[in-house]
C-alpha cells in the first residue's frame, strides 16, 4: 500500500454527525488512528459552509439528521454539482439504515466509502486508506475525466488495465463505463469481455450484456444475461438488465417475472419496486402494480432514485378507484416535489396531469378538456416525449370513457402513434395507455405498421441502387412524422453509401438536423429510469468531472412513461 495513503498525520478531517455521541466516537476512532486535525459540525449547513471555505482531505458524514430535511445524501450531491469537493478529498457516508436501497443510493453517488452503523475503528481507517489509495493510483485518469476530455480517460484506463497497475480493474470498469455512456459500445464490448477473459467477474460479463443491448441487440444480451444468472443467480444487477431486455424484445409477463425476482432479492430497493410496479401496471397486473408503486412511493418519494412518473400511475388508478382523498393525496405529493426540485419542467408537466385528472374527478368537465387540449397543442414539440404521450393518450380515454367528447381525439392518437412507435415494446407500451378503449389501442397499432410500411418503401430504393431516392423519402417521412427510427433509418443510409449518395453532405446537414431537434439517437424502453441516479445497473460512479455527452439523456428516454 502506497505509505501517502496510509500516513493520516497531515491530513485534515471533518466530521459532520447531529448525534454528539456518535460523533464522539468517530472523532476518537480517527484520533487513535493519527489523523492530525479533526474539525467537528453538528449541522449540514455549518458543513457545507466549512467547506466552502477551506479543504479537507477526509469527510465522514452521518446520512440522517434529526430535525433536518436534508440528507448527508444531499449535501454530497450538492457538493459535486457544485465543484466544491477536491477530488483528493476521501468522502465516506455513516448510517444506520440497513435496508438495500438507501445503501445504494449511498453507494451509487460518487461515494469513496460508505459504513453500517456499528462499524469498528479497524473498519473505518481501512476505508480510508483504500480511498487515498486508489484516488493516488488513479489521479491521472481522473484529471482527464475532470478536463471533460473522455475520449482520452477511456484509453488511459484501457491502458492502465492491459499493463496490470495497480487498481487494475476498477480502471477498466471506468474505462468501459466512459466508453458505453459515449456510444463507443464495441470498444466497450471488447474491454468487458477483456476483463472477463483476464479475471471472471460478474459485473465485466453483465458490462457485455449491457454493450450488446445498447447497440440494438437484446436477444444477444438476453443470452449473455442467462449464463451468467445460471452462474451467479444472487447477482441482483444481472435481472436488472434481464428485465429491460426482455421488455425491449416486447415480452412482458417474462420481464415482469424478472423484475419480481429483482425485488425478491432486494424487497426495501426502491427502484427496483418502481421497475417492478410499472412492468406489472403495463402487463396488465394493475392491482399488484398499485401495490408495488405505493411502496416505493412511501419507501422512497424523497429518494433521489424515485421516478416521479409513479405518482401519475397511482393518480389514474385513484381516479378509476374513485378514491377522491387518496387521488388529492397524489397532487399533494407531486406540489412536495416540485418545492424541492422547481426548476424541473418535467414536473411540472407530470402535475398538470395529475391536475385534469382531479378536473375529471370533480366534473369539471370544461376545465378538463382545456387541460387536455392544451397538452394536445405541444405533441410536435421537440420537449414531447414518449412519458407525455402515454400520460395524454390516458387522459383521453379517461374523458373518452365517461362519454365527455373531444372531436380531434382521433387526429391526436394518429400523430402520436406515428411518432412515437418505434418498436414493438414502445407500441404496445403507448397501447397500455388506452386500455378502456379498443379504437385507440387499434389506431396506436396500426400507426407502427404505416411506420414499417414506410421503412420497407424506402429501403426497397436502396436495395434498388437508389440509396439517395431512399435518404430522401425518409427525411421526408420523417419531418411528417417525427420518428425517430424513420429518421434513424436516413442517417444509417447516409453512413453506409455515402459514395453512392450525390447529394450526401446536404441529405446528411438535414438527417443531423432533426435527430438533435428530436433526440432520436436514444430510442430504448425502459421503467423508472427517470430518477437521476447517475448508475445503470451493472455500471459504475463517474467522478465529480464527468458531464455525460447529453445531459437530458435520461429526461429523453422514450421508455420511461405514463399510464
Same mark, same amino acid.
Given at each position: ?79 459535486? %454539482?457544485? =465543484? $466544491?469537493?477536491?477530488? !483528493? ?5 455513516? #448510517?444506520? &439504515? *440497513? ?110 450484456? %449491457?454493450? =450488446? $443491448?445498447?447497440?440494438? !441487440? ?5 443470452? #449473455?444475461? &442467462? *449464463? ?112 424541492? =426540485? ?222
Amino acid at each position: 500500500m502506497n505509505p501517502s495513503a496510509t500516513d493520516l498525520h497531515d491530513a485534515k478531517a471533518m466530521v459532520i454527525d447531529g448525534n454528539p455521541q456518535s460523533r464522539s466516537i468517530i472523532v476518537n476512532q480517527l484520533r487513535d488512528a493519527g489523523v492530525g486535525t479533526i474539525v467537528q459540525v453538528s449541522r449540514l449547513v455549518d458543513a457545507r459552509m466549512k467547506l466552502e471555505m477551506g479543504t479537507f482531505d477526509v469527510v465522514i458524514c452521518e446520512q440522517y439528521f434529526e430535525r433536518e430535511e436534508d440528507t448527508g445524501q444531499d449535501l454530497l450531491d450538492d457538493l459535486r %454539482r457544485n =465543484q $466544491l469537493l477536491p477530488f !483528493y478529498t476521501v468522502f465516506v457516508m455513516v #448510517t444506520s &439504515e *440497513s435496508s438495500y436501497s438507501k445503501v445504494a443510493e449511498a453507494a451509487e453517488s460518487a461515494l469513496d466509502a460508505y459504513l453500517l452503523k456499528p462499524h469498528t475503528a479497524a473498519g473505518l481507517v481501512e476505508r480510508i486508506h483504500q480511498a487515498r489509495e486508489r484516488k493516488e493510483a488513479l489521479k491521472e485518469i481522473f484529471a482527464v475525466i475532470e478536463r471533460e476530455d473522455f475520449d482520452e480517460a477511456a484509453q488511459l484506463c484501457k491502458r492502465h488495465f492491459e499493463q496490470r497497475k495497480p487498481f487494475w480493474l476498477y480502471a477498466a470498469r471506468i474505462g468501459a463505463e466512459l466508453m458505453l455512456r459515449s456510444g463507443h459500445l464495441g470498444d466497450a464490448q471488447k474491454l468487458y469481455e477483456a476483463v472477463v477473459e483476464a479475471k471472471t467477474l460478474p459485473w465485466a460479463k453483465l458490462g457485455v450484456a %449491457r454493450a =450488446q $443491448l445498447e447497440a440494438g !441487440y437484446p436477444q444477444r444480451a438476453t443470452t #449473455t444475461l &442467462e *449464463s451468467l444468472i445460471e452462474t451467479d443467480p444472487g447477482y441482483t444487477d444481472a435481472y436488472d438488465v434481464m428485465g429491460r431486455a426482455q421488455f425491449e424484445l416486447g415480452n412482458f409477463q417474462n420481464a415482469l417475472a424478472t423484475f419480481k425476482m429483482s425485488t425478491q432479492l432486494t424487497p426495501g430497493s426502491v427502484n427496483r419496486l418502481l421497475k417492478h410496479g410499472m412492468m406489472a401496471w403495463y402487463a396488465g397486473e394493475r392491482e399488484e402494480g398499485v401495490v408495488l408503486l405505493d411502496r416505493a412511493t412511501r419507501l422512497g418519494l424523497d429518494s433521489k432514485l424515485y421516478d416521479p412518473q409513479a405518482i401519475v400511475l397511482l393518480a389514474f388508478a385513484r381516479l378509476d378507484a374513485e378514491e377522491h382523498r387518496a387521488l388529492a393525496r397524489c397532487q399533494e405529493q407531486l406540489e412536495h416535489l416540485i418545492g424541492r =426540485q422547481p426548476d424541473k419542467p418535467r414536473l411540472q408537466r407530470l402535475l398538470d396531469v395529475v391536475k385534469a385528472l382531479v378536473y375529471i374527478q370533480e366534473y369539471q368537465t370544461a376545465s378538463a378538456l382545456e387541460e387536455v387540449r392544451r397538452m394536445a397543442k405541444t405533441i410536435q414539440q421537440p420537449t414531447f416525449d414518449f412519458e407525455s404521450a402515454s400520460n395524454l393518450l390516458a387522459l383521453m380515454t379517461r374523458l373518452a370513457m365517461r362519454s365527455i367528447q373531444l372531436y380531434e381525439v382521433d387526429a391526436a392518437v394518429d400523430t402520436m402513434g406515428l411518432r412515437f412507435c418505434t418498436s414493438r415494446a414502445l407500441t404496445e407500451l403507448l397501447a397500455c395507455a388506452a386500455v378502456g378503449r379498443n379504437d385507440f389501442i387499434n389506431r396506436v397499432r396500426n400507426a407502427h405498421s404505416d411506420i414499417l410500411k414506410l421503412t420497407e418503401e424506402a429501403m426497397t430504393l436502396s436495395l434498388k441502387g437508389d440509396p439517395q431516392g431512399a435518404v430522401v423519402k425518409l427525411l421526408a417521412d420523417g419531418e411528417r412524422t417525427l420518428n425517430a427510427k424513420i429518421i434513424e433509418s436516413a442517417h444509417l443510409v447516409l453512413q453506409r453509401y455515402e459514395p453512392r449518395i450525390p447529394d450526401h453532405a446536404e441529405l446528411l446537414k438535414k438527417a443531423q438536423a432533426l435527430r438533435e431537434r428530436y433526440r432520436t439517437t436514444d430510442i430504448h424502453a425502459g421503467l423508472g429510469e427517470q430518477a437521476a441516479t447517475g448508475r445503470a445497473a451493472g455500471g459504475v460512479s463517474l467522478p465529480a468531472g464527468y458531464r455525460p455527452p447529453n445531459p437530458e439523456g435520461l429526461l429523453a428516454k422514450m421508455g420511461s412513461v405514463g399510464a
